[in-house]
């Protein structure tokens, strides 16, 4: 799509209809895959992301197994429909980076050390990408996770902020990511309120930053209330109370 | 103490459960003197601890778990055993002929006892008996779920084990092995066994396999 003329218009309104601080419309499930020990489907308005994991088994090759703890595995793959135009087979550059920042982002929360020896093999495939796929997949993977029985410290919920025509927007997606300002996408532990992931396309000034980030801690809270609920729905369906 | 959940409320990880670090139990941990679920589950205190029972979670091996294995591999000292997953225990004997003596062979399955789990790996117990299976149907359940099949005092596995007349082998890592008078009387276990597995958490579920049993098996 080519650049609209204005991302804002005069009524405050961004490019599809949203007020700036206000996300795109959520979806979440929990348990969509058979074959993998958890695994989860989240959608962010056009952009659609499913998460899988397995383990812990054994890890591949041998001589990379640590003694005391599990690897973690990450693989982010965008699928060769997930764009406009058709995205080639295999690994880029950006995904084999965003597997590595995914990978690290979900260390920081598992209890790796539970399984010594161990390999956890997170996939985070993108559906269809729409802006925003990196923390979609981050909240995607952080469920199924929570979903194969993972002892985590806590869930991630990440999402970005941005600016565009000079002001900060929650949650961008991929026209405001492509001719907006500044791209910043932010993963927190939300119990503990610490920052697990922050990266910075573009520019802000200070202030913006701070803005920004208590925006991106706004949507993060309301990110992290549907994840307990997904959560919790899934396993209560699977749990009938008490008769 | 002061407890932020109901008894049996499904929990997430990260959820505060309570502000007395010290009681943090399993599937649970303590950070700046509270403690939060680490697993989803149920919560619950049991004695004077807070924990979280997972639905879903990977078999550690505990000492003194009894466990049923697949041999992996003979070496000069000692035998591996494939404990499901990616486990591996190892027997561990002072010298060949000793290994020789055992009697064990790649594949055969056994049911051991684990003496240790630690940074050096899983170690078996030499002292209670290794026991080699001979026959039977070997199935694999979540190990999560073996609480729920033994049931209260064995409650549920015995009565499995009285109407099918079948001998069952139940493995902490969630290997089992089925030994019947009968074919049917085996599937019929096999059947039961699965169906717990299923329903673990449902209400009336020991009535529901009595009937389930009683209905593959006859009277008999």
Partial sequence: MSRPERLIDNNGRRVDGRRPDELRPIKMEIGVLDKSDGSAYVEFGGTKVIAAVFGPREAHPRHLALPDRAILNCRYHMTSFSVEERKPLGMTRREIELSKVIREALETVTFLEEFPRAAIDVYVEVIQADGGTRTAGLTAASLALADAGMPMADLIAAVAVGKVDGQLVLDLCDLEDKYGEADMPVAMAPRFNSIIMLQLNGRMSVEEFKKGLALAQKGISEIYHLQREALKKKFSELAPKEA | ?220
């Fill in chain 2, 1 to 220: 103490m002061p407890i932020y959940f109901t008894e049996h409320e499904i929990v997430v990880p990260g959820q505060l459960l309570s502000d007395n670090g010290k009681r943090s139990g399993e599937g649970t941990y303590a950070y700046a003197g509270k403690i939060y679920a680490a697993r989803i589950g149920f919560a619950s205190i049991r004695g004077n601890k807070v924990v979280v029972t997972p639905f879903k979670t990977a078999y550690k091996p505990a000492p003194g778990d009894w466990v049923v294995g697949i041999v992996s591999d003979v070496k000069p000292n000692g035998f591996e055993i494939d404990l499901g997953r990616h486990l591996k225990g190892v027997i561990r004997m002072p010298d060949r002929e000793e290994v020789m003596s055992m009697g064990l062979n790649v594949g055969d399955v056994v049911y051991v006892r684990i003496k240790e789990s630690g940074l050096s790996g899983v170690a078996i117990d030499k002292r209670s008996r290794i026991r080699r299976i001979e026959s039977g149907i070997l199935i694999q359940i979540h190990p999560a779920k073996v609480p729920r099949l033994i049931g209260r005092r064995g409650s549920m596995i015995n009565m499995i084990k009285r109407i099918t007349g079948c001998d069952i082998i139940v493995g902490k890592n969630g290997l089992i092995v089925i030994n019947g008078p009968s074919p049917e009387a085996e599937f019929a276990a096999v059947k039961a066994i699965k169906m717990i597995e299923e329903e673990a958490h449902t209400s009336g579920l020991t009535e529901r396999i009595e009937k389930l049993l009683r209905g593959l098996i006859g009277e008999g």
